[in-house]
């Protein structure tokens, strides 16, 4: 996959989020914090940041590619 060939997702590293993804606030409560946590990544809560863990890759794909399914049965 084109995430296995890219060397930055290989290394652990901090990753900014968009605030389009936050909606209306950032905390343990958010469900986007919920749901990063649960894909193994270590949510930052001083800054809309995650640490990308090279391990959480194929659970963090997996959550994308629901999302983007839920998204287009939206009306």
Avoid at 22 to 44: D, F, H, K, N, R
Avoid at 55 to 70: G, I, K, P, R, S
């Amino acid at each position: 996959s084109i995430l296995e060939q890219s060397s930055p997702w290989q290394q652990r590293r901090d990753v900014s989020l968009p605030p389009e993804l936050l909606g209306s606030g950032w905390g343990p409560e958010t469900p986007a914090w919920v749901l990063l946590e649960e894909c193994g990544l270590e949510v930052q809560a001083d800054a809309p940041q995650v640490r990308w863990e090279p391990e959480a890759q194929d659970l963090t794909c997996a959550l994308f590619a629901c999302l983007v399914l839920l998204l287009g049965l939206s009306p």
